[in-house]
């Protein structure tokens, strides 16, 4: 094999490992809070929609500056001139728009809670603005750890990805436990941990590269990021609009967003591994897309290997951590694990596809594809939440995701020609995802417990990676074998 493997496997791990700090433990002191005389399924349902808005105001800060840094650090030399002013530019548009916002915030806080219909969050004023400071702390630290990641500085990337796990769950507990016990307290606490992490993260960035803005140059970026931005907005449409709508009914929301905030979790160490893979895929296509034909296949099968094989085996543990754990109706989110963890399948699918039209900077293509997905996704809520209340959600998750898979593949193979296995990156994951359909289809309408469907779901998933997988298995071995 051409490729590093075992360097880039290397990489994986570190990123994964750090990727995940934050988010597992997010999940694992949920326990901590969760029980009589603390939260409950509606409190849940509160935390769910500061989660809304946080992500929205994460969006628009971001503005799609972890892909730009990303792709523009290719551009120039590390620690030039250029090098500083991209930095720079870039930090300083994230805070720009930052204050943006809260103006905005400021002026329309008596009519933002006037959308959701529970009496606690009418008031905005009371949790908007720790909401509007967490998201932009976490626009900052997404693109810190994608400068960090590119010019394979660990140390930071990890200082920078466990600071914020740190800093943001100890002062959630302090916003809990010593200022009130609700969603306030929570919110409040994460505001806090995430600006003490912000303040550092500028303050290294400002001391090494000053303050500056390239308006030329921030031009060429903005254009290359707006079209991102709208996907990012339709993405958190996509990923937000069952919440919203299953606001009015609060214990379901409650159940339904500890399941999703789970998922999101696996979904995080996702995006350690897809760090780790996307830097070392635009350096193979910049040596030439159809020279490196190999290369390409072999990194995207590793993704979705890795990807499967984490999420797969994440399903029971979480069920059983669910189960033994919570005292109060939250608990009942153990059985819909195994149909929200499918979505980070596709979704992985879906970053495979979008690798060559990111590197050719032909990202117009996200914002017409995920807008027709966004019009599925708020039909298909909106007629089966009312009937089916979470299931419903999960459905229509499920469905408008399988169309921007199908629809960047298509897509993808217009703009270039690359020889996929369609067996491993296309047509088995949707075999696994059908299945768990069926099999919980099948065990909802049956009344039988969860965990034997979970079973089956993951025999046959790790049945067919042995199977599709096993050239790479047997080198992995091989190689291991002559090196003991």
Known sequence: ??????????????????????????????????????????????????????????????????????RFYYDVEQNSRDYHKLVSGIFTSILFRGLIIIAAAWLLQDYIGQFFHQPQLKDFSDYGFACIVTGVGRAVNITAAALFRNEKKIISF????????????????????????????????????????TIAILFKVYSSSGFSYDWKLMKEINKFALPLTQYSLIVWALTFA???????????????????????????VLQGLQGANQPEVFRVMKEGIAAKQDEIRQFSNMLLMQSMMILISAIIPTMLYLHFFYETDVRFAFGLITLVFMRSILRTQFIIFSYPAYYLKKTKIFLYLNTGALIVNLLLNYLLIPAFSYYGAIAAGLISDAIM???????????????????????????????????????????????YSAILITVFAFTGMAYLYRNELNHLIRKRWKHS
């Not at 990489?11 to 700090?21: D, K, N, Q």
């Not at 694992?28 to 929205?56: C, K, R, W």
């Not at 009015?248 to 500890?258: E, Q, R, S």
């Open 158 to 197: 990890i200082l920078v990805s466990m600071g914020l796990g740190v800093f943001r769950t100890g002062f959630q507990l302090i916003g809990l436990f010593f200022f009130d016990m609700s969603f306030i307290g929570y919110i409040t606490g994460s505001a806090i941990g995430t600006g003490i992490v």
């Open 405 to 451: 898979v199908c629809g960047i593949f298509i897509y993808q193979r217009k703009i270039v020609e690359i020889s996929w296995n369609k067996s491993k990156t296309l047509i088995f994951p949707f075999v696994v995802i059908l299945f768990a359909v069926v099999i919980e289809i099948i065990r909802i309408n049956s009344g039988f417990n969860p965990f």
């Open 1 to 70: 094999m051409s490729v590093n493997l075992k360097e880039h496997l290397k990489l994986s791990f570190i990123y994964t490992a750090v990727a995940a700090f934050a988010p597992v433990l997010q999940v694992i002191i949920q326990p901590v809070y969760e029980g009589s005389n603390m939260l409950g399924a509606v409190d849940f349902s509160h935390l769910a929609i500061t989660e809304l808005i946080t992500s929205f105001v994460f969006a628009l800060a971001l503005f799609s500056m972890g892909n730009a840094i990303s």
């Open 242 to 268: 069952d919440r919203f709508m299953l606001e009015k009914f609060p214990a379901d929301l409650g159940i339904y967003n500890t399941a999703v905030n789970f998922a999101a979790g696996i979904a995080i």
